[in-house]
């Protein structure tokens, strides 16, 4: 089945904790982004990737890194969380960047203490 | 700059009556438009998809939007609402050369429907 695979899917930490929030995609698709959803902002996006090795900066990419080793994953990593952090987030991909559909992960929840 | 407007951030309506949920674009491009659907604890799915083919683009559960180049508005419509339509709405924009990987999405409209 062709789906967006991230885990944890919830995830409470403390404050400075390093976290990694993993997503895998199996459609072999060349774009894949991070978003986050808060109450009343809609979805905002951290980070994008038009394909391996090549990242960019989204809306709101402060106290977020990312890496695209592989085309297949697309980690989301806290190196510092911090309680501002809580947020629903969701990994999404697509074929390319542009008008293709995207298909989203389920979201993983994360609140930091 | 390219933006998009959801009207309203919450439309109630009742089981069986129409639904209408607005989206204005700004973009100094041709955009491609979308409206996509998260269902309470879920993640978002594609309802339909416009791409400079047909205006009324018909999409999935009885969904449908009208692309108006002259009142840049794609609003979203369905005859007659059920209650598996509550959810939350978001109208997206794409664009050449934006800076967000090229989307642009809206704030999300909540839909409630009463019995």
């Known amino acids: 089945e062709a789906q967006v695979t991230q885990n944890p899917r919830y995830l409470i930490t403390v404050t400075g904790k390093k976290l990694t929030v993993t997503c895998s995609q199996n459609m072999n698709h060349e774009y894949m982004s991070w978003y986050r959803q808060d109450p009343g902002l809609g979805l905002r996006q951290i980070y994008y990737s038009m394909n391996v090795e090549v990242t960019d900066k989204g809306d709101v990419p402060e106290g977020y890194k990312v890496s695209r080793k592989e085309k297949r994953n697309f980690p989301l990593i806290l190196e510092s969380p911090s309680p501002n952090q809580t947020s629903l987030y969701f990994c999404?991909?697509?074929?390319?960047?542009?008008?293709?559909?995207?298909?989203f992960g389920a979201g993983s929840r994360l609140t930091v203490l | 700059a390219q933006s998009v407007t959801q009207l309203d951030s919450h439309v109630s309506v009742s089981e069986g009556t129409p639904v209408l949920l607005r989206c204005n674009y700004s973009?100094?491009?041709?955009?491609?438009l979308f409206w996509y659907v998260q269902h309470p604890n879920k993640g978002l799915q594609l309802l339909l998809k416009?791409?400079?083919?047909?205006?009324l683009v018909k999409g999935i559960n009885g969904f449908e939007a009208e692309f108006k180049k002259s009142e840049t508005s794609f609003h979203l419509t369905k005859p007659s609402a059920h209650m598996s339509d509550a959810a939350e709405y978001f109208c997206?924009?794409?664009?050449?050369?934006?800076?967000?990987?090229?989307?642009?999405f809206g704030k999300g409209t909540k839909l409630s429907v009463k019995p």
């Open positions: 999404a991909s697509s074929q390319r960047a542009g008008a293709n559909v995207l298909t």
């Open positions: 997206v924009v794409s664009v050449p050369g934006g800076s967000q990987g090229n989307l642009i």
């Open positions: 416009y791409t400079s083919a047909a205006t």
């Open positions: 973009s100094s491009y041709s955009p491609s």
